[in-house]
C-alpha cells in the first residue's frame, strides 16, 4: 500500500462491509488515497477495526457511523470530510439492501426501507457529491447496481425497484455533472459474489472462485479503480461485471 505521508485526497466509500465495499477501499488505499469508509453506526467497531488493517498495511483510513438515510448526518459526513481530511475526488455509493419476499408478503415497511437504503440513500450520497465536486471541476462518483438495476425477478419486487431507481438517478446525474467535469458511473455486477453470505449459502464457492465463476470482490474493485483513472475524453457511463461462466 501507498505509504502513510502520501494522499491524493479523499475517497468516501458508503456502505463497506466484509465484501465489495472493503474490496473497493482497500483498492483506493493502496492507490494512495485516504479512504474514510461508512457503516450505521451500531457496526462502527466492526469499520474501525477493519480500517485499522489498512492503516497497518501502509493506507489511510477513516471510519465513521452514519445512517446514509439521514440526510442531515449526510450532509455533515461531507462537510467533516472536506474540513479534515481533504478534497473528496471519489464517491462511491454501495449499499445494497438486496431481500426476498413474494409480493404479497412485501409489506409497506420493507417497501419503504429497502427503497431508502438502495435508492434514497443514493440520491442523498450522489447531491451531496456534486455540491462538493460540482465547485472544483473535477471528481468521480460511483454507484454500485446489480441485475435487479437491469430487470425484476419474482420476489425481488422491492429491491430491484430501488436498484432501477438508482440507476436512472446515476443517469440523470451523470448527465447534469459530466459538463462540470465530475465523472458518474454505474456498476451493474452479475451474479454471485465471493463473501461471507454466498458462503454461508453455497458448499461450492472454493471451486467457483478456482474455476473464475464467481465474481471476486477484489477483481471488481480493480473496475472501480479504472473507472476513477478514465481520462475525460472517453468516460464510461455504466459498465456490467459477471463471471466469463455467468448466463445472461
Same mark, same amino acid.
Given at each position: 500500500?501507498?505509504? %502513510?505521508? $502520501?494522499?491524493?485526497?479523499?475517497? *468516501? ?14 483498492? #483506493?488505499? $493502496? ?15 466492526? *469499520?474501525?477495526? #477493519? !480500517? %485499522? ?6 493506507? %489511510? ?15 455533515? *459526513? ?32 420493507? #417497501? ?7 435508492? #434514497?440513500?443514493?440520491? *442523498?450520497?450522489?447531491?451531496? $457529491?456534486?455540491?462538493?465536486? /460540482? ?6 462518483? =460511483? ?14 419486487? !422491492?429491491? $430491484? ?17 459530466? +459538463?462540470? /467535469?465530475?465523472?458518474? !458511473? ?7 459474489? &465471493? ?10 464457492? %472454493?471451486?467457483? =472462485?478456482?474455476?473464475?465463476?464467481? =465474481?471476486? +470482490?477484489? &477483481? ?6 479504472? =473507472?476513477? &483513472?478514465? +481520462? ?17
Amino acid at each position: 500500500m501507498a505509504s %502513510q505521508t $502520501a494522499s491524493k485526497g479523499a475517497c *468516501l466509500v458508503v456502505g463497506v462491509g466484509d465484501g465489495v465495499g472493503g474490496a473497493i477501499a482497500r483498492a #483506493f488505499a $493502496a492507490e494512495g488515497y485516504t479512504v474514510c469508509m461508512t457503516r450505521r453506526p451500531r457496526h462502527l467497531d466492526q *469499520l474501525e477495526a #477493519f !480500517a %485499522q488493517t489498512l492503516r497497518e498495511a501502509g493506507g %489511510q483510513a477513516r471510519a465513521y457511523g452514519v445512517d446514509a438515510r439521514q440526510e442531515a448526518e449526510m450532509i455533515a *459526513l461531507f462537510d467533516q470530510i472536506e474540513a479534515e481530511v481533504g478534497p473528496l475526488e471519489v464517491v462511491v455509493f454501495n449499499i445494497g439492501a438486496n431481500v426476498r419476499f413474494g409480493i404479497v408478503e412485501t409489506t409497506a415497511q420493507v #417497501f419503504s426501507k429497502v427503497w431508502e437504503m438502495a435508492c #434514497f440513500a443514493g440520491f *442523498l450520497t450522489g447531491r451531496e $457529491a456534486a455540491r462538493v465536486m /460540482g465547485p472544483r471541476g473535477r471528481g468521480t462518483i =460511483l454507484f454500485t447496481g446489480a441485475s435487479a438495476s437491469l430487470r425484476g425477478k419474482e420476489g425481488f419486487s !422491492a429491491f $430491484a425497484s430501488a436498484k432501477a431507481g438508482l440507476r436512472a438517478l446515476a443517469q440523470s446525474l451523470a448527465r447534469e455533472m459530466g +459538463p462540470k /467535469g465530475v465523472h458518474v !458511473a454505474h456498476v451493474v455486477v452479475d451474479g454471485a459474489i &465471493d463473501g461471507v453470505f454466498t458462503r454461508s449459502m453455497r458448499q461450492d464457492v %472454493q471451486g467457483l =472462485l478456482d474455476r473464475d465463476e464467481i =465474481l471476486k +470482490p477484489d &477483481d471488481i474493485a480493480a473496475n472501480y479503480v479504472w =473507472l476513477h &483513472d478514465q +481520462p475525460r475524453s472517453a468516460w464510461t457511463h455504466e459498465i456490467d461485471l459477471r463471471p466469463h461462466s455467468e448466463i445472461w
